[in-house]
């Protein structure tokens, strides 16, 4: 969710697995207040990240999560409702009944640093901070804490060099689905006087 232009390089083929796709090119863009407001809350942030590894049901969001599915149900309709996220085909469920799956696309990487300067940037970090709750401290793959003195055009230079090259394992990801999924977050923030 960085306000840079993207790497505008296509994704490399999938060598090992020629029938999948890779994801299109587009373009980034300014979020809308309808975007920005499904992003500030960190279960809809959470609810996205499930929903992009797997198309998941309500119930099964809200057994994901441990939260109440009345719960869920209104996040997740504050998504789909933003156009962030989507209901898939509908399936037959393990008992018969038909089940009404969504899926999540990556939208949000697309978006020109949605939360900037809102009081709703705290959100994504909330939901990393609980994502790495719930995996526990052995869930840690890499770790760095820095402090640097940088004027306004060394940020955004630091922050457009960190996109770039995450961006590259984000348009390729499709191409290693079959690897242990690794969260992240990178954050700059001025520090306070």
């Known amino acids: 969710?960085?306000?840079?232009?993207?790497?505008?390089?296509?994704?490399?083929?999938?060598?090992?697995?020629?029938?999948?796709?890779?994801?299109?090119?587009?373009?980034r863009r300014?979020?809308?207040p309808e975007e920005i407001k499904a992003l500030s809350h960190p279960l809809r942030l959470r609810i996205l990240r499930l929903c992009g590894q797997h198309e998941l049901t309500n119930k099964e969001l809200a057994d994901r999560l441990g939260r109440d599915p009345g719960t869920v149900l209104y996040h997740v309709r504050q998504l789909v409702a933003a156009g962030l996220l989507a209901q898939a085909p509908v399936r037959t469920g393990a008992s018969g009944a038909l089940?009404?799956?969504?899926?999540?696309?990556?939208?949000?990487?697309?978006?020109?640093?949605?939360?900037?300067?809102?009081d709703a940037v705290g959100a994504p970090i909330e939901a990393f901070h609980q994502e790495l709750n719930e995996a526990g401290p052995e869930s840690l793959q890499a770790y760095e804490r820095f402090a640097l003195h940088l004027s306004?055009?060394?940020?955004?230079?630091?922050?457009?060099?960190?996109?770039?090259v995450l961006h590259e394992y984000i348009t390729t990801d499709h191409e290693r689905r079959d690897r242990?999924?690794?969260?992240?977050?990178?954050?700059?923030?001025?520090m306070a006087e």
């Open 1 to 27: 969710m960085g306000d840079h232009d993207s790497d505008r390089r296509p994704p490399r083929e999938n060598s090992d697995d020629p029938g999948t796709p890779a994801p299109p090119i587009r373009q």
């Open 30 to 32: 300014k979020a809308t």
């Open 99 to 118: 089940e009404k799956p969504y899926t999540y696309d990556g939208a949000v990487w697309w978006l020109e640093g949605p939360l900037s300067g809102t």
């Open 152 to 164: 306004p055009a060394e940020v955004d230079e630091l922050d457009a060099r960190i996109h770039a």
């Open 180 to 190: 242990p999924l690794i969260n992240g977050v990178f954050i700059l923030h001025r």
